[in-house]
């Protein structure tokens, strides 16, 4: 069992910046990836980010790449996503996620934080 917890979301202008924080607890010796995934009102949940937590190799989705940063830290088995550049249509319910497999599927992620809420006003 893996616990995960987010903190760090809130309300932005467009162009600011956020940064959202994932505290991992449990066996995280099975989380070799931790991601970061986003729900919007209306839409399906969507793959932001991951990183693998061995070698710090990172993957993000087209539409954040230059802006979201993925990053972690081992010695606080934590995971970071820094968020700059911030648009409207980056509102979304914000979730950390762990996997044992290499993936950018919601379906392959085992455990799941509460998710923490991102707006970005205009």
């Known amino acids: 069992q893996v616990q995960l917890v987010e903190s760090g979301g809130g309300l932005v202008q467009a162009g600011g910046s956020l940064r959202l924080s994932c505290t991992a607890s449990g066996r995280t010796f099975s989380s070799s990836f931790m991601g970061w995934f986003r729900q919007a009102p209306g839409k399906e949940r969507e793959f932001v980010a991951r990183?693998?937590?061995?070698?710090?190799?990172?993957r993000y989705t087209d539409s954040v790449k230059g802006r979201f940063t993925i990053s972690r830290d081992t010695g606080t088995n934590r995971v970071y996503l820094q968020m700059d550049n911030l648009k409207p249509e980056d509102t979304a319910v914000y979730y950390c996620a762990s996997s044992s497999v290499i993936s950018t599927i919601p379906g392959d992620y085992s455990y799941w934080g509460q998710g923490t809420q991102v707006t970005v006003s205009s």
């Open positions: 990183i693998r937590w061995s070698s710090g190799t990172t």
